[in-house]
């Protein structure tokens, strides 16, 4: 199904989206990604939904990416003999091991590993960052703390401790069994939640074994911190800005996120940026002003994709926010100042035989008549590498690997189209010809660019580029090969 912009849509499934008409209208309006939140409900259902987005994929001839995002460890207190207790700034608070229901004067934190690494001056953020506590005091078992901001504590609400980095692993005993099942189950991303270190990508890395591609989030300073690691270690990113904005100050937030794109897009690696994006069309069809704001920015940021959550998981107008988040994109993209940001940031980066081919695609469209870039892609690297290049033109891949098709989906700018395997380079012409005439991105007297490695078959090999006529009989007669 072609799209007629560059950037991509996730939209997350859930109890407002789980029905096979439902799903596929979010497809048809746009949603090109499809976010399984194994935070929220068992493995049927997540199962259902699964067998559901694959259903329509066949229907429509579209391949589809699967997103299952696993949950990573919750910190969190424990319950309170009132239910909830009202915390005064400048008081004193305990934080300990008793399992004993909570006061006003202290509560159960039962995660040893936090205590093991707080130093006194840390500070602990409870409920999204509406309680700040400072450490005063601590040890193996317990911290004395100020509440520097106060407010209600209640039961069992979430604990961030963004000053340290915690001796947990990203993937709990939950994570991991999740983890098992999504990659049975032939999800095409795992996006990995808690990732401190490039270790905790490469632990997640060696469970999946290759069945799916890994994407990390980035929630908590450390992982900003050693943010080149960890995107070395990833096929992906997610910028988790609803955690990130909780452990951070939140006017830390909007240069991190740009950072991180280009860094994301000089490497080659898809980017989504997430959380809050439409939070009003939950409940609202139309959304605000500052949110179509904050949508467009990233989208000039030049990210690959853009993300909802609790819109199409659980609001009122699921297909309406898609609809919002592909007019916007379209809007944006049409923009002239938009081609003026993203050449502008555009990094030469020239290191092997396939970035000078892609770069020399790129190069040869936007000076030429050329209608579209098509690329044939094994593992999907000459796809990415041709996204990084921003073209003016639409990008076609073409793969006989479903998996990488699927993949790719996440990928700015990338329309999938499935073709069968091929021994020759002519016939990926003819190939990539029909395929740009079927799609509706050329007429038969239009130029295409085709790129591709040969041998065929082989991953990283892309080594020619050849400029072709749509139309078949012209291919013949130009080509005696």
Partial sequence: MRRYRNVKIVATLGPASDTYDTIRALHEAGADVFRLNMSHGDHDSIREKHRIIRQIETDLDSPIAILADLQGPKLRVGAFANGEEELAPGAAFRL?????????????????????????????LVNDGKIRLKVTECGT????????????????????????????????????????????????????????????????????????????????????????DILAASDGIMVARGDLGVELPVQNVPPIQKRLVRKCRTAAKPVIVATQMLESMIESPVPTRAEVSDVAAAIYEGADAIMLSAESAAG???????????????????????????????KITRKSVADGIVAAAREIAEATDIKVICCFTQSGTTALLTARER???????????????????????????????????????????RAARAQGYAEPLDQIVITAGVPFNVPGTTNILRIAPCQESLIYSTDPG
């Avoid at 006061?103 to 159960?108: F, G, K, P, Q």
């Avoid at 340290?164 to 939950?174: E, H, N, R």
């Avoid at 009122?316 to 916007?328: C, F, I, L, R, S």
């Avoid at 990928?411 to 990539?432: H, P």
Wanted: hydrophobic share 45%; with cysteine.
């Fill in 391 to 433: 073209p003016r033109v639409p990008i076609m891949a073409l793969s006989n690997l479903r998996g990488t098709a699927r993949r790719l989906a996440l990928s700015w700018g990338v329309n999938c189209v499935m073709c069968g395997e091929l021994e020759r380079f002519k016939l990926a012409v003819i190939s990539a010809a």
């Fill in 141 to 228: 078992d317990y911290a004395e703390t100020e509440v520097i901001i106060g407010g209600t504590i209640s039961d069992r609400k979430g604990v961030n401790v963004p000053d340290v980095v915690l001796p947990l692993a990203a993937l709990s005993k939950k994570d991991r069994a999740d983890l098992e099942f999504a990659c049975q189950l032939g999800v095409d991303w795992l996006a990995l939640s808690f990732v401190q270190r490039a270790e905790d990508v490469q632990e997640a890395r060696a469970l999946c074994n290759g069945r799916a591609a890994i994407l990390s989030k980035i929630e908590k300073p450390s992982a900003v911190e050693w943010f080149d």
């Fill in 96 to 124: 300990d091991l008793d399992a004993a229901e909570g006061t006003i004067e202290r509560v159960c934190l039962p995660h040893p590993e936090i205590f093991a690494a707080l130093e006194p001056g840390a500070s602990l």
């Fill in 316 to 346: 009122e107008y699921p297909q309406e926010a898609v609809t919002t988040m592909d007019n916007v994109a379209r809007e944006v993209e049409s923009d002239p100042t938009y081609t003026d940001i993203i050449e502008a940031s555009r």
